[in-house]
């Protein structure tokens, strides 16, 4: 029987292209996103791989939706062997400028949508002997993010709470369940395209792998995590930045 991942964020960007590499290596795939149109697409491309595929239309910051979601999982598979927590939404705004609203989102996305995930999925992959966790965090979490356009100190603070989360979860399901995060650098995907055309020369020469990151960059990553054995690494944040020297 096929193992079983869900990806949060998964119809565009680096979640699509994680949910594509773990459908390569032979996982049924669950598409969790906003839009439809983008599952739609996803989903058609994983059907064309010969895998398995459900797809869901839904808000992380939903706990109860999460939890529909993964009952219908066990439902249609009987099992999840991987949870990636890749859904998240960058915030720009300053301590002076931001809301208490809007940083309360920023939170609830970035880092109450893993919980939402994790939560339901726990005794799911117990039940079939274990399974691995991985979450987005960003290297912003190490640096502070200060000199970035469109993840000031918010987005930060949560993509920090992140690796928090991912250590002290290592220590409480291990050995069962593996839980890692990584943390990616400047990454081009549709939501950041623009962003980075106007100083990707500039930004790659701060790089020592002297280019910007791509999608499959960090798929290769979360498909290493989700697949090695044996497996020996958990609680551990990897940051997929091509050493961003400079910040």
Same mark, same amino acid.
């Given at each position: 029987m096929p193992k079983v991942a869900l990806i949060t !964020?998964?119809?565009? +960007?680096? +979640?699509r292209a994680c949910a594509l590499d773990l459908a390569r290596n032979g996982f049924d795939i669950v598409l969790v996103d906003l839009i439809e149109e983008d599952l739609d697409r996803t989903? +058609? @491309?994983?059907?064309?791989?010969?895998?398995?595929?459900?797809?869901?239309? $839904?808000?992380?910051?939903?706990?109860?939706k999460a939890k529909d979601i993964i009952a219908a999982v066990d439902a249609g598979f009987q099992r999840l062997d991987v949870l990636f927590n890749n859904a998240g939404r960058p915030m720009p705004k300053g301590i002076l400028?931001?809301?208490? @609203? @809007?940083?309360?989102?920023?939170?609830?996305?970035?880092l109450k949508g893993a919980f939402n995930y994790i939560q339901p999925s726990v005794p799911l992959m117990r039940r079939h002997g274990g399974g691995r966790i991985i979450n987005m965090s960003s290297m912003n979490a190490h640096t502070g993010g200060v000199t970035s356009a469109v993840s000031k100190f918010s987005y930060t603070a949560a993509k920090a +709470?992140?690796?928090?989360?991912?250590?002290?979860?290592?220590?409480?399901?291990?050995p069962e369940i593996a839980v890692n995060a990584v943390c990616p650098g400047v990454i081009k995907t549709?939501?950041?395209? $623009?962003?980075?055309?106007?100083? @990707?020369?500039?930004? $790659?020469?701060?790089?020592?792998?002297?280019?910007? !990151?791509?999608?499959?960059?960090? $798929?290769?990553?979360?498909?290493?995590l989700a697949t090695a054995e044996p497996n020996f690494v958990t609680g551990q944040d990897i940051q997929i930045d091509g050493f961003q020297w400079v910040r």
């Open positions: !964020g998964s119809g565009r +960007g680096i +979640g989903a +058609g @491309e994983i059907w064309a791989l010969g895998q398995q595929v459900l797809t869901f239309v $839904a808000d992380v910051r939903d706990h109860q400028e931001i809301s208490e @609203e @809007e940083f309360d989102d920023t939170i609830d996305i970035n +709470g992140i690796l928090g989360l991912t250590r002290s979860l290592a220590k409480e399901l291990g549709e939501r950041s395209n $623009a962003m980075i055309d106007a100083r @990707e020369a500039q930004l $790659a020469a701060g790089i020592s792998m002297k280019r910007v !990151g791509t999608p499959q960059d960090v $798929a290769s990553v979360v498909t290493f």
